[in-house]
């Protein structure tokens, strides 16, 4: 989707684009992060660095807009430190201002959220949030799906086929509990409502069961059911 790669068959278009035929031309309409790339010149500095980038997409008065991304993302206090300098968390998201130096219509994100601290997880969140308000698409490939806004659409995909395509906000999750326990020597696991929940306790004791566990459903477990299914 991004022109890195050219498709063993088919053919992909994004915006209209052929992406193998017109690469060059969908390029300025679309902004790439990759969490291991080594894009960025470790000997300059972060704005120095943003800088660059502006002025090879021809983006006008380059410096105010790497200082506003600069700023948005708390990286403004350390624009004059050198790259190498900088933590993973630091490049990660400079890795994220430089993608997004020349108002990219599609962000494409991959990784991007892998081994971040708190602080900088929901700093990028907060940040890409912004950016759709503001009209940009983000495809974000991640296995960090905590704190991400209801209003996103998840698709999962198992063996190159699409098996769950949803808004977030469907799995109701502070709805959702689970409920593991042991019924003559078998394991059996119960997800239910707030509702349901002292009905299905009392249903589980009178079966026998032993080592009740309570807790709080989340997206992973849900996502391993589908996977596993």
């Known amino acids: 989707m991004t022109g890195l790669l050219i498709p063993d068959e088919g ?15 969908l390029s300025k309409y679309i902004g790439v992060a990759l969490a291991n790339e080594r894009t960025l010149y470790w000997k300059l ?39 190498e300098e900088y933590s993973s968390g630091m490049r990660r998201k400079l890795l994220l201002a430089k993608a997004t130096i020349h108002n990219p219509k599609i962000l494409f994100l991959d990784e991007i959220l892998n081994g971040l601290d708190p602080k900088s997880y929901l700093k ?9 308000q503001n009209g ?48 003559n020597g078998k394991e059996v696991e119960r997800i239910v409502s707030r509702e349901e929940l002292n009905e299905t306790l009392m249903e589980l004791t009178e079966s026998g069961a032993e080592n009740v566990q309570i807790e709080r459903d989340d997206l992973y477990s849900i996502l391993r059911r589908i996977l596993d299914g």
Do not use: C, Q
């Open 11 to 25: 053919k992909v278009r994004v915006l209209g684009f052929d992406v193998s035929k017109d690469w060059k031309k």
């Open 45 to 83: 500095t972060g704005l120095e660095n943003l800088e660059i980038f502006a002025g090879l997409y021809g983006v006008k008065k380059g410096k105010r807009k790497a200082l506003e991304i600069l700023e948005k993302l708390n990286l403004v206090h350390v624009k004059d430190k050198l790259v």
């Open 124 to 132: 990028i969140i907060e940040f890409l949030e912004e950016l759709n």
């Open 136 to 183: 940009i698409t983000i495809v974000l490939i991640s296995h960090a799906l905590h704190d991400l806004p209801p209003k996103a659409r998840l698709i999962v995909m198992k063996d190159g086929r699409i098996v769950l395509d949803d808004k977030l906000s469907k799995f109701k999750l502070d709805e959702s509990i689970k409920i593991k326990a042991t019924i």
